[in-house]
C-alpha cells in the first residue's frame, strides 16, 4: 500500500518556525486527503491540518493563522510550515492519508517530534 516517512521535528524557540515534511510512497498521496496530527503527552491526538487533492484546506482554531499545509503533488510530499510557534504546540506530529471514499483505508507516519521550549 506504501509508507508515510516525516521529518523537519526538532527542538525550537518560542516564537520560531520548523517545517515538517512528509513524504509518501506506493500507490498512497494521489486523491487521498492528507493530514497532520499531533498527540502531546497526556493527551489524545487531535487533527491540526488537512489537505484534499482537489486543494482545500482546513486547521486547528489553535493554528489558524501560523501554520500552513501544502502538497507538492510532483514530490507525492505534504509539508507542515509553523510559524510562531508556542509551548503549546509540542507534540508528536503525525501524517496521515486518508481515501476519500474507502472508509478505514488509511495510513500513519512513524511520528517526529515537536518541542517548542526556551
Known amino acids: 500500500q506504501g509508507q508515510l516517512v516525516e521529518s523537519g521535528g526538532g527542538l525550537v524557540q518560542p516564537g520560531g518556525s520548523l517545517r515538517l515534511s512528509c513524504a509518501a510512497s506506493?500507490?498512497?498521496?494521489?486523491?487521498?486527503?492528507m493530514g497532520w496530527y499531533r498527540q502531546a503527552p497526556g493527551k489524545q491526538r487531535e487533527l491540526v491540518a488537512a489537505a484534499t487533492s482537489g486543494g482545500s484546506t482546513n486547521y486547528a482554531d489553535s493554528v489558524k493563522g501560523r501554520f500552513t499545509i501544502a502538497r507538492d503533488n510532483a514530490k507525492n510530499t505534504v509539508y507542515l510550515q509553523m510559524n510562531s510557534l508556542k509551548p503549546e504546540d509540542t507534540a508528536v506530529y503525525y501524517c496521515?492519508?486518508?481515501?476519500?471514499?474507502?472508509?478505514?483505508?488509511?495510513?500513519w507516519g512513524q511520528g517526529t517530534l515537536v518541542t517548542v521550549s526556551s
Open positions: 496521515n492519508a486518508r481515501h476519500p471514499i474507502l472508509i478505514g483505508l488509511e495510513v
Open positions: 506506493g500507490s498512497i498521496f494521489g486523491i487521498y486527503r
